[in-house]
């Protein structure tokens, strides 16, 4: 019976667009004009290349800003990660749940480890290896 619920599909996280790592509010602003004020919202709107192209085009900004962005909105669906984290992970390499939830989870903390010592100067603030854990069981059951 709980491995039954343990391979349930969860219900994916929903944020604030401002809540996205590296956003401008210039650029918040642009896409709340546009109508996108969360980010499955963000992934809705922008779900094809031509979508993101038609998207980057209305903003007047690079295509490289709006894949960024829904790649950090789609690791921001997995609700361990939220918006807190999707921003460590997309430096790691990792861009997107289904590329997380295939990677080695001792690989992916010791990439993560590295990562907070060569930007941060402090291991002490990475997240735990339990953590990561979650994320990557998260990652296999949140679906596409």
């Given at each position: ?33 546009c109508g ?89 603030l990475c ?18």
């Open positions: 019976m709980t491995t039954k619920h343990n391979q349930a599909r969860i219900q994916p996280g929903n944020w604030a667009i401002g809540q996205l790592p590296g956003l401008s509010e210039q650029n918040q602003g642009k896409l709340e004009k996108i004020h969360t980010t499955l919202q963000l992934l809705q709107q922008a779900n094809t290349p031509e979508r993101r192209q038609q998207l980057a085009a209305q903003l007047q900004i690079h295509i490289q800003y709006i894949n960024k962005w829904v790649a950090l909105a789609d690791l921001a669906r997995i609700p361990a990660v939220g918006c807190q984290y999707c921003g460590l992970l997309l430096h790691a390499g990792i861009s997107s749940p289904l590329q997380l939830a295939q990677i080695p989870l001792a690989r992916l903390h010791r990439q993560l480890v590295k990562l907070h010592v060569a930007m941060l100067q402090r291991q002490d997240p735990t290896l339990d953590e990561v854990a979650l994320w990557v069981e998260q990652a296999k059951r949140i679906g596409k």
